[in-house]
C-alpha cells in the first residue's frame, strides 16, 4: 500500500507564507489530490496535479515531482481561516484506481 | 444545489444492534465511497462503488456492508456494531466512474458512538 508522510503539525503567522511537504511512493501513481479539513467538518478539494510543475489557484499553490515522489502545498498571505488540517492524497493503479489520504497535517495560524 | 447528505449526523447506539448509515447525492455522480475518520488514522477507505450494482472493497471493509441500488444512494450497513467501529463516516461522490479520479464532494459526516 501506499506510505505518505506529511508533517503532523505547523505553526505560520498570519500574513505569512507556509509550505506543506508530502512524500509518497511512486509505484502506479497518477496523481495527487490536495483537501482542506476544517476541524468537525468534511474534507473539501483544494488541488489535482497530474503533470510535473506548480499550479498556482489564487493564495494556494501545488507543486508536483513525480520521479522524486513529492509534492507540496504553499499557502500565500495566510489568513486565520486557513488553520485546518491539509490531506495529501495520491492516486494510483490502473482500471482500479486506488485513493490514500495521508493522516493530514494540522496547520495554526497565529495572529 | 449540490451536495452530499448523510443522515443521521450523530449516532450512539450499542453494541450488536444493527444499524444503516444513509447517503444520497443530488449530482448524477457516478463514483461513491465510504470512508472512516480516526484520531492519528487519517481517513480510510471503506467501500466504494463505481456504479449502480458494482460495489468493492477498500482498505478496511470488514464489519460492514453496502448496496448500491439507484444511482443517487450508497448506505451504509453495520450488522453488529461494535466499540472499534466508533467513528467519524464520511460519504464522498465524484463524476468519474473510473474512480476518485476527479475532485470528490464529501458529506458532512456522521459522528457514531458505539457502547
Known amino acids: 500500500g501506499q506510505n505518505i508522510d506529511q508533517p503532523t503539525e505547523m505553526t505560520a503567522t498570519e500574513g505569512a507564507i507556509v509550505q506543506i511537504n508530502c512524500t509518497y511512493q511512486?509505484?502506479?501513481?497518477?496523481?495527487l489530490f490536495w483537501y482542506q479539513q476544517h476541524a468537525g467538518e468534511a474534507p473539501t478539494f483544494l488541488s489535482y496535479n497530474v503533470l510535473d510543475g506548480l499550479e498556482e489557484k489564487g493564495r494556494f499553490s501545488s507543486f508536483l515531482s513525480r520521479s522524486k515522489g513529492y509534492s507540496y502545498l504553499l499557502l500565500k498571505e495566510l489568513q486565520m481561516k486557513d488553520s485546518a488540517s491539509y490531506l495529501c492524497?495520491?492516486?494510483?493503479?490502473?482500471?482500479?484506481?486506488?485513493?490514500?489520504f495521508g493522516k493530514g497535517t494540522k496547520l495554526s495560524v497565529i495572529p | 444545489e449540490a451536495q452530499v447528505t448523510q443522515n443521521p449526523r450523530y449516532l450512539i447506539t450499542v453494541t450488536g444492534k444493527k444499524l444503516t448509515v444513509t447517503c444520497s447525492q443530488n449530482?448524477?455522480?457516478?463514483?461513491m465511497s465510504w470512508y472512516r475518520q480516526d484520531p492519528g488514522l487519517g481517513l480510510r477507505q471503506i467501500y466504494y462503488s463505481m456504479n449502480v450494482e458494482v460495489t468493492d472493497k477498500g482498505d478496511v471493509p470488514e464489519g460492514y456492508k453496502v448496496s448500491r441500488k439507484e444511482k443517487r444512494n450508497f448506505p451504509l450497513i453495520l450488522e453488529s456494531p461494535s466499540p472499534n467501529q466508533t467513528s467519524l463516516y464520511f460519504c464522498a461522490s465524484s463524476s468519474d466512474s473510473r474512480g476518485p479520479y476527479n475532485e470528490q464532494f464529501f458529506g458532512p459526516g456522521t459522528r457514531l458512538t458505539v457502547l
Open positions: 511512486t509505484s502506479g501513481f497518477n496523481g
Open positions: 492524497a495520491p492516486l494510483s493503479g490502473a482500471g482500479s484506481y486506488q485513493l490514500t
Open positions: 449530482m448524477n455522480h457516478e463514483y
